[in-house]
């Protein structure tokens, strides 16, 4: 339906889908090669994915699918070995580390399973680190707005190892939100908590996603967590395999969670064979 477009002085046109939604993330034939010796890993072999502003996306997969490359490709902490990327329109595909540095500090917010916070360094100060590398003013109090804004209003001095596993994530997520980006990009970042912390997160990320329609984008081996964004982008082998709308997002901190195997079920039901079980096997 998108084709590939191209305006008339060659700039990219940025898809639009059924709601008039402009793609904040447009990828095409992109292809991942890690090179390690005499030996090429194929990470990815030509993935095209659309993501639009204000959408709410889960990518799953098993172990050495692709996820985290691909999570890298969109949050410029990588690039591709082949194909396009194109954020908000530009074609980041081809920049500089230190463009592709400054479109990250300005466009994305990327939270890492593992935290990534430093270790002797006030949750406060942790979250003030995107403002000083982007040079912006008024720093303490915007970096205060959002520990307050992730409920850490009262955490402000402690450090990493004065907060809970939940609690430090949420410090990483003020981090990323700090800088107001347009987007959320995150690499399991329930991974690493337990379910309530879980849930928590995943209340934050929902509320940024309603309230400021910020677009969330974030890999989960979780099919529950999972089921609380809007659409399953499935890859295996480097691939995208399926790519589906969820129907009734769940709202989190509302429903039970119910046993793994029925979770399962659920949503391979309605992801993986979106009610037609011959097209996977
Ligand atoms: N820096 C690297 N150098 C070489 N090979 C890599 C590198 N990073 C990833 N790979 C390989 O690329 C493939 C995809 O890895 P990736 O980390 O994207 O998988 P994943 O889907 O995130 O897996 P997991 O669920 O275990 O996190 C794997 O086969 C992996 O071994
Ligand atoms: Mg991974």
Not at 269 to 275: A, F, I, L, N
Request: aromatic content about 6%; glycine content about 10%.
């Amino acid at each position: 339906m998108f084709g590939f477009l191209k305006s008339k002085n060659g700039a990219h046109e940025r898809p639009v889908d059924a709601q008039g939604r402009h793609a904040v993330i447009d990828i095409r034939r992109v292809a991942k090669v890690y090179k390690m010796g005499d030996i090429e890993v194929h990470a990815l072999r030509g993935v095209d994915v659309q993501i639009y502003e204000g959408d709410f996306i889960s990518i799953m997969g098993p172990s050495g699918s692709g996820k985290s490359t691909l999570m890298n490709i969109l949050g410029c902490l990588d690039q591709p070995s082949q194909g396009e990327y194109y954020l908000d329109g530009e074609n980041v595909s081809k920049l500089s580390e230190g463009d592709l540095a400054r479109v990250r500090n300005k466009k994305i917010g990327f939270v890492f399973q593992s935290f990534n916070l430093l270790k002797r360094t006030s949750a406060l100060r942790q979250v003030e680190l995107p403002l000083i590398y982007g040079g912006a003013g008024g720093r303490a109090k915007r970096a205060a707005a959002a520990l307050e804004s992730v409920g850490l209003g009262n955490r402000l001095d402690h450090l990493p190892s004065e907060l809970s596993g939940g609690q430090q994530q949420r410090v990483a997520i003020a981090r990323a939100l700090v800088n107001e980006p347009a987007m959320i990009l995150a690499d399991e970042p329930t991974g690493n908590l337990d379910s309530r912390s879980g849930s928590e997160v995943m209340q934050i990320f929902q509320r940024l996603n309603r309230e400021q329609g910020i677009t969330v984008v974030f890999v989960t081996h979780d099919p529950w967590i999972a089921r609380h964004t809007r659409r399953i982008i499935m890859l295996r082998d480097g691939l995208v395999i399926a790519d589906r709308e969820i129907a009734h997002p769940l709202v989190a901190g509302e429903a039970e969670r119910p046993s793994e195997a029925d979770e399962m079920e659920t949503l391979f039901k309605e992801t993986y064979y979106g009610g037609k079980k011959d097209e996977y096997n």
